[in-house]
């Protein structure tokens, strides 16, 4: 069974902070990472693909390891407006394949 | 930006009933899908659509289930007999061709409620 596990937290972290969340997949065919966030009854927003070398945009880096089969999202210096639920997703290497999301976890950016 | 448009944003049916929910891709976008959000759920896959045919769908996907693109810019959804498990948010997403996958965009969805 192909699985994406993410702690649902909630992170409650004050503005300013650095929180970090990971995500594990259990499909080693899988190729291509992505982090969504998603706000309450809306839809996923892409925030940033996540790329083998790592990436940043931002406040925001993506991570991934490939040995142990995770990815990470790194936000520094929060905002009150990053309050959301981030998903991790992953699909294959063949082109265009379905998206596998994670549960995904809360965040609360608290002033 | 350009976007994935839905409609409608909400729709209430009766179990039994037909629905047809609809979306407007991206328009340079040639693969299309369909992911459903049981409330308090994962996003989950049901069906992606390429060349005017269904490239892969999920064990959701059932015989109550199709997709169409009726023209040259609407991607449809119909689930024929709706049970009140269909309940649940519908997103449409697309995303360009390319050599390696391309990120999806999503629409704002729409929140179907069975009765």
């Known amino acids: 069974r192909k699985e994406v596990e993410q702690d649902p937290g909630p992170f409650n972290v004050p503005e300013g902070a650095t929180v970090a969340f990971n995500c594990t997949y259990s499909?080693?065919?899988?190729?291509?990472f992505f982090w969504y966030r998603q706000d309450c009854r809306k839809e996923p927003k892409l925030l940033m693909s996540?790329?083998?070398s790592g990436n940043e945009d931002g406040r925001f880096t993506a991570q991934l390891n490939r040995a142990s089969q995770y990815i990470s999202l790194l936000i520094r210096d929060s905002k009150l407006s990053d309050s959301a639920t981030y998903l991790c997703?992953?699909?294959?290497?063949?082109?265009?394949?379905?998206?596998?999301f994670g549960k995904g976890t809360r965040l609360s950016v608290i002033a | 930006e350009p976007e994935v448009t839905q409609t409608p944003s909400h729709q209430v049916t009766q179990m039994g009933q037909e629905v047809i929910l609809r979306c407007v891709p991206i328009?340079?976008?040639?693969?299309f899908y369909w992911y459903r959000q049981i409330l308090g759920q994962k996003v989950e896959f049901l069906v992606s659509?390429?060349?005017?045919?269904?490239?892969?769908k999920s064990e959701i996907f059932d015989d109550q289930f199709s997709v169409e693109r009726p023209d040259g810019s609407n991607f449809t959804l119909k689930i024929r007999s709706t049970k009140l498990e269909d309940s649940a948010m519908y997103f449409c997403?697309?995303?360009?061709?390319?050599?390696?996958?391309?990120?999806?965009?999503f629409g704002d969805g729409t929140r179907l409620s069975i009765l």
């Open positions: 996540v790329y083998s």
């Open positions: 328009s340079n976008h040639l693969y």
């Open positions: 997703a992953v699909n294959e290497v063949r082109r265009n394949t379905p998206l596998v």
């Open positions: 997403a697309s995303s360009e061709e390319g050599n390696y996958n391309q990120p999806q965009h």
């Open positions: 659509f390429y060349n005017n045919e269904i490239s892969e």
């Open positions: 499909n080693s065919a899988s190729q291509s």
